[in-house]
């Protein structure tokens, strides 16, 4: 089980840190992932974090603002998103699965287990 949460108002230009808690054992055996969905639109791959943490990807969207982290000991995955925009504004969530390989990390069917979704709202 995942419990996402973080998300808030702010102003164009600020911060954010989301955290991703899973509850269970073995969380090390799970990719990470958070993908988010603005009203109207697809569910969207924003960052993935392989299982020990050495390798990381992004959406072209947010390559250079934003910073996937994991600490296993803690089970709990983190999204550092700096230099927010308006067009960041979405439901935020967390994903993870065990048995994803990595080359199908950008695929939101590839994930089992989902957190509940946290709002990010950036305003202009």
């Known amino acids: 089980q995942l419990q996402a949460c973080g998300g808030g108002l702010v102003q164009a230009g600020g911060s954010l840190r989301l955290f991703c808690a899973a509850s269970?054992?073995?969380?090390?055996?799970?990719?990470a992932g958070w993908f988010r969905q603005a009203p109207g639109k697809e569910r969207e791959f924003v960052a993935v974090?392989?299982?020990?943490?050495?390798?990381?990807a992004y959406a072209d969207s947010v390559k250079g603002r934003f910073t996937i982290s994991r600490v296993n000991a803690k089970s709990t995955v983190f999204l550092q998103m700096n230099t927010l925009k308006p067009e960041d504004t979405a439901v935020y969530y967390c994903?993870?699965?065990?048995?994803?390989?990595?080359?199908?990390?950008?695929?939101?069917?590839?994930?089992?287990?989902w957190g509940q979704g946290t709002q990010v709202t950036v305003s202009s």
């Open positions: 994903a993870a699965d065990a048995r994803i390989i990595w080359s199908s990390r950008t695929l939101a069917a590839r994930y089992d287990h």
């Open positions: 974090i392989s299982r020990n943490g050495g390798s990381t």
């Open positions: 269970g054992r073995s969380f090390s055996n799970y990719v």
